[in-house]
């Protein structure tokens, strides 16, 4: 299933020649192959900071089995994605006076597999995750607001990716976590930006293929 000889290097969106991504969502308790995927890829990045069993080789929670899995998929193969812990079943993990009322998910677990490392396919797999989260949030389940205490690396990313849209709320802060810190910073997208999100990430993602 995680092939190390895989060439990532021919993965590309959009019209052009190659192979195409395609982003997915992953309801609770549908596709157990592709949330397996997910789980040991989340080891990988998060298991030295959640103090998972090495011989297990997956990084899951409880919040797990309330949250829906957006993947971003190559022939089959999980590489990148984020879970989405809905505020409505669950107390989101960032600190409860940053949230406002209202329908919300906190988009939790973001990652992207380390050996995607030419710079443009990993833009185009960020932007390509992130629309669908969009999406799926604002567009089909209507939520109002999207919260993530994120790791310093992937908020340069999103900012961006959402540019004026993606709100810090808050001040950057270190989590102890297994005697390992890890520095976070909380943010914040509304609903009411999602119009705008959309033809951003759109437009970026037309100019990444433009550029194939």
């Known amino acids: 299933m995680f092939d190390s000889d ?7 969106l959009g019209p052009g ?11 609770p308790g549908q596709s157990l192959d592709l949330r397996e995927q997910f789980h040991v890829l989340r080891f990988r990045s998060f298991g030295q900071w959640e103090g998972t069993d090495p011989r297990i080789g997956q990084e899951h929670d409880g919040y797990d089995q309330y949250s829906p899995f957006v993947l971003v998929l190559w ?3 999980v590489v990148a994605g984020c879970r989405l812990i809905d505020g409505e079943r669950v107390r989101i993990t960032l600190d409860p006076t940053l949230v406002a009322p209202g329908r919300h998910f906190e988009i939790s677990r973001m990652l992207i597999r380390s050996e995607v490392q030419d710079r443009a396919t990993r833009d185009r797999v960020m932007f390509t995750l992130c629309q669908a989260v969009a999406e799926y ?4 389940r209507e939520y109002s607001d999207l919260y993530c205490d994120t790791r310093l690396p992937f908020y340069v990313a999103l900012h961006r990716i959402f540019g004026e849209h993606l709100e810090k709320i808050g001040e950057c802060h270190d989590v102890e976590k297994h005697g390992k810190i890890l520095p976070l910073v909380p943010t ?3 609903r009411s ?3 705008a999100i959309r033809r951003l990430l759109s437009g970026k993602l037309a100019l990444l293929a433009k550029s194939s």
């Not at 020649?17 to 309801?27: K, N, R, Y």
Request: net charge negative; glycine share 10%.
């Open 137 to 140: 949030s604002f567009g089909h």
């Open 188 to 190: 914040h997208i509304n």
């Open 17 to 27: 020649q190659g192979s195409q991504c395609s982003a997915l969502v992953v309801e």
């Open 6 to 12: 895989i060439d990532f290097s021919a993965m590309i």
């Open 193 to 195: 930006s999602a119009m």
């Open 75 to 77: 022939e089959g193969v």
